[in-house]
């Protein structure tokens, strides 16, 4: 490649969002990871791609929901460019409510999402489905959104990279960087810019063929259906761990718990677990823009627990930032 318009530090999720995004508008882009991409958070297994709750709406949310709706072209665009498919899928959510107290909260979310989404996507109160695919239900009620997506992280960021890829980028362990460069380094860069740090989670796929289902979340647990054939269940969250990429007895128990949710999980054989670390930013909210005191240098990182699902709207904005000048990055997500 002739010298990058841009270089980008770090191939995980944000990093390779704002690669394929710059690429896509013409820019000779450069991404530089000297371990594989995905190697960090964005290799997971769960791919939950799902609102938070509509009220005591913020700009978090807003951007949230903003990037959700515009992930299925978006992400078909990423299939399109390099033939991968990322097993996008907008399958909704089923959440299972304990009581007459948990439905009367719901229902005034309902009212809340009906005014905030305006109509390009439902929440909605209704009866709770019965046996199979559905968990318990004391109330009788469950949750139905039909905004949550799926996507599997591996093939999302193999998607990614075919992209990129095929727009004539670069994505390489090592090389030198020129031009803008955007750092998307994980929770060692949160550390190193003393901007935030890691939390570690884990999680589990199971072989089970349940792609037409929604996800469900429930007593903590995501459980979401892939195209691929596999269910994946998340995640703990830990603050205090001795190692960041080892399974222990907390995945088991984990594993315990969807079944015991859901007992057609039980005998399905596991075929992946996961452990990593997760890059939380001190605000807990994206931390996006210039790299304060480093003319040229520019942040996107602290994906937490929504990486994927800010992802389109991460790359998008920040192009427009480092490219053309245009600052759209809410105030809750700058860097200083």
Same mark, same amino acid.
Not at 114 to 119: N, T, V
Not at 221 to 228: C, M, R, T
């Given at each position: 490649m002739a010298t990058p318009d841009l270089?980008?530090?770090?191939?995980?999720? &944000?990093?390779?969002?704002?690669?394929?995004?710059?690429?896509?508008?013409?820019?000779?882009?450069?991404?530089?990871?000297?371990? /594989? *991409?995905g190697a960090g958070a964005s290799g997971g297994l769960v791919g939950a791609l799902a609102p938070h709750v509509p009220e005591q709406w913020n700009e978090k949310k807003q951007f949230q929901l903003e990037s959700l709706l515009m992930a299925a072209g978006w992400w078909a665009g990423v299939a399109a460019a390099g033939g991968v498919d990322p097993g996008h899928a907008r399958v909704g959510r089923w959440q299972p409510l304990a009581d007459a107290r948990a439905v009367e909260q719901a229902r005034a979310r309902a009212a809340g999402a009906?005014?905030?989404?305006?109509?390009a996507a439902d929440w909605r109160v209704v009866p709770a489905a019965q046996g199979?695919?559905? *968990?318990?239900?004391?109330? #009788?009620?469950? !949750?139905? /959104?039909?905004?949550?997506?799926?996507?599997? *992280?591996?093939?999302?960021?193999?998607?990614?990279?075919?992209?990129?890829?095929?727009? #004539?980028?670069?994505?390489?362990?090592?090389?030198?960087?020129?031009?803008p460069v955007v750092w998307a380094t994980g929770a060692a860069g949160l550390r190193a810019m003393g901007a935030g740090d890691g939390v570690k989670g884990q999680a589990l796929a199971l072989r089970l063929n349940a792609a037409d289902r929604p996800q469900i979340y429930a007593d903590g647990?995501?459980?979401?259906?892939?195209?691929?054939g596999t269910v994946a269940i998340g995640s703990t969250s830990?603050?205090?761990? /001795?190692? *960041?990429?080892?399974v222990d007895g907390q995945l088991d128990a984990l594993h315990a718990r969807a079944v015991a949710l859901l007992p057609c999980l039980a005998g399905a054989p596991v075929v992946a677990r996961w452990a990593g670390e997760r890059p939380r930013a001190k605000s807990r909210a994206p931390l996006l823009g210039p790299w304060p005191g480093r003319a040229g240098h520019f942040v996107a990182n602290g994906g937490f627990k929504i990486g994927f699902g800010v992802a389109p709207?991460? =790359?998008? !904005?920040?192009?427009?930032?480092?490219?053309?000048?245009? /600052?759209?990055?809410?105030?809750? &997500?700058?860097? =200083?």
């Open positions: 270089t980008v530090m770090g191939a995980g999720v &944000f990093g390779l969002s704002v690669a394929w995004a710059a690429a896509r508008r013409g820019a000779r882009v450069r991404v530089i990871d000297p371990h /594989d *991409p009906a005014a905030l989404w305006r109509g199979g695919w559905a *968990p318990p239900a004391p109330s #009788g009620w469950m !949750v139905e /959104d039909t905004l949550s997506a799926r996507l599997s *992280p591996r093939r999302g960021v193999a998607a990614l990279v075919a992209a990129i890829r095929a727009r #004539g980028g670069e994505v390489l362990a090592d090389g030198a960087a020129a031009g647990l995501h459980i979401v259906p892939h195209a691929d830990e603050r205090v761990y /001795d190692a *960041p990429d080892t709207k991460v =790359g998008e !904005v920040m192009a427009d930032l480092v490219l053309d000048g245009r /600052d759209a990055i809410p105030e809750g &997500f700058r860097t =200083g």
